[in-house]
Structure formats: C-alpha cells, structure tokens
Antibody, heavy 120, light 106 residues
Framework: EVQLLESGGGLVQPGGSLRLSCAAS????????MHWVRQAPGKGLKWVST????????YYADSVKGRFTVSRDNSETTVYLQMNSLTAEDTAVYYC?????????????WGQGTLVTVSS | SYELTQPPSVSVSPGQTASITCSGD??????PCWYQQKPGQSPVLVIY???KRPSGIPERFSGSNSGNTATLTISGTQAMDEADYYC?????????FGGGTKLTVL
C-alpha cells in the first residue's frame, strides 16, 4: 500500500524558513518523480515543485523559484522541500504527491498534507 | 504562462449527468487528467490520459477531449460525488492546475 506522510509544517514568521518532509513507502521510491502541491485556505491547487526519480532534475513554479529547494534521499525514501524567505502568500496546506510514472505525469497518490502558516 | 480555465461551479440533480469542462491552448496534446477533492481531504485522481480511470474509480466517471477542451463527465451523479474537481496538465516542464469547479448535487 502506497503511503505518503508529510511533516514539518507549522507557524513561521515572515522571512523565516521551514523544511517539509514527505516519507514514502509501498513502492520503489527511486523509480518515480515526486511533486509538491500547495493549497491556500479556501483556494485551489497550485503546483510548487517536481523532482525526478534520480534527483537529477528539479522544476519549480515561478512563485517559489530561488526561495524553495526540493531534494530527495532515495535511501531514506523521503522527499524534502526547503522553504526560505517565506511570506504570507506561502501560507497553505502542502501536499506531496507521487507521479504515476507515465507520459502525462498524473499524480496517483497524495499525502494528507501539512499546514504551513506564515504570520507574525 | 499556460492557463487552464474551468467554470467555478456546476450543479446537477441526483441521477443526472454532470459535465465539467477545462479549456487550454492545445490541451488535447497534453493528456490532461482530473482530480476530485472533498472538503478536508486530499485530492484523488479520477481520470488520466483523457479517459482512463485508476483502479477503484467508479465507471460513472469518464473523460473526453476535443482540441482545446477536456471534459469530465459523471453519469448518474450521486450525492457522494459532490466535491471540487480540478483539471491538470503539463506544459514545458511545469504543472498547471485549473482553478477548480465546485460540483453541487441538489
């Protein structure tokens, strides 16, 4: 059974940093791209970042480029999102999601999400 | 940047057919997919590659695509289908979600 368990969310002051983790199990982790998606309160889904299975390629939304860094540890089957220079606009539930592994890259499993609140 | 456009809301009576559209330039070339999200829950993939259903998704969910518009169709809509629905596509190594459509079953 595929499981994705996010952690690391919480309350942080503007300008602060936070590192999210997503522990994965139930599949061959290194074979799949992993994604981060966020959802501000009452709003829609917004893609944040993608990292390929080997970790060789990383992609970011323009809104987080230069501030967020995605990484993964395939030996620990965990993907991370380091978030720096946080602003109130980064307040959201952050989900990690597993790639289906096919051309169109649908996300076939999602974690339960972790809430990040940026506020003074 | 690439954009996907969905109607904010759609209403349907129980047992009827609901259709939710998603529009984007050359969307048909991008193999869009659809997610269902119920309040307080994580999204669930319901349709991928235009019209394929993941294991466990009821047959009443189907997808189609024509040029610049993808459509999620729910036949015989049930009360449990009331949720937000999002379309999703890749464009130039970035992921784009539609703004979401709230499906109301009344």
């Amino acid at each position: 059974e595929v499981q994705l368990l996010e952690s690391g969310g919480g309350l942080v002051q503007p300008g602060g940093s936070l590192r999210l983790s997503c522990a994965a199990s139930g599949f061959t982790f290194s074979n799949y791209d992993m994604h981060w998606v966020r959802q501000a309160p009452g709003k829609g889904l917004k893609w944040v970042s993608t990292i390929t299975g080997s970790g060789s390629f990383k992609y970011y939304a323009d809104s987080v480029k230069g501030r967020f860094t995605v990484s993964r540890d395939n030996s620990e089957t965990t993907v991370y999102l380091q978030m720096n220079s946080l602003t109130a606009e980064d307040t959201a539930v952050y989900y990690c999601a597993k790639d289906f592994g096919i051309m169109s890259h649908p996300f076939n499993f999602w974690g339960q999400g972790t809430l990040v609140t940026v506020s003074s | 940047s690439y954009e996907l456009t969905q109607p904010p809301s759609v209403s349907v009576s129980p047992g009827q057919t609901a259709s939710i559209t998603c529009s984007g330039d050359k969307l048909g070339d991008k193999y869009p997919c659809w997610y269902q999200q119920k309040p307080g829950q994580s999204p669930v993939l319901v349709i991928y590659q235009h019209n394929k259903r993941p294991s466990g998704i009821p047959e009443r969910f189907s997808g189609s695509n024509s040029g610049n518009t993808a459509t999620l169709t729910i036949s015989g809509t049930q009360a449990m289908d009331e949720a937000d629905y999002y379309c999703h596509a890749w464009d130039s190594s970035t992921v784009v979600f539609g703004g979401g459509t709230k499906l109301t079953v009344l």
